[in-house]
């Protein structure tokens, strides 16, 4: 079992950058893909970034590509997700996810590891 905590968030100002983290308990597992999602209020879970750490790809929705960055640290076993030039609806808990990668990294079946998620709220 591996349990994923994230950590950062909190509260910006529309047009300012924040930054989330993920790390794992364990760091003899590979997750071979990890994810950002979220849940705005209100609205169900929506992808948000994957990515495949063996070769390093990685893919983003349409709403955040331009504007986040998603990166992994293979020897620690953690997951970040820089995000810049905020906008209010950004506004959601955030989710980390790992997988052994099993399907798309937009899709929630890939994923059987996931933490309990971090608040990232933008004001306007």
């Known amino acids: 079992q591996v349990k994923l905590v994230e950590s950062g968030g909190g509260l910006v100002q529309a047009g300012g950058s924040l930054s989330v983290s993920c790390a794992a308990s364990?760091?003899?597992?590979?997750?071979?893909?990890m994810g950002w999602f979220r849940q705005p209020p209100g609205k169900e879970r929506e992808f948000v970034a994957a990515i495949w750490r063996g070769a390093g790809n990685a893919d983003y929705a349409d709403s955040v590509k331009g504007r986040f960055t998603i990166s992994s640290d293979n020897i620690l076993n953690t997951l970040s997700l820089q995000m810049n030039n905020l906008k209010p609806e950004d506004t959601a808990i955030y989710y980390c996810?790992?997988?052994?990668?099993?399907?798309?990294?937009?899709?929630?079946?890939?994923?059987?590891?996931w933490g309990q998620g971090i608040q990232v709220t933008v004001a306007s």
């Open positions: 364990r760091r003899d597992i590979s997750l071979y893909v």
């Open positions: 996810a790992g997988g052994y990668g099993m399907g798309g990294g937009a899709s929630e079946q890939t994923y059987g590891y």
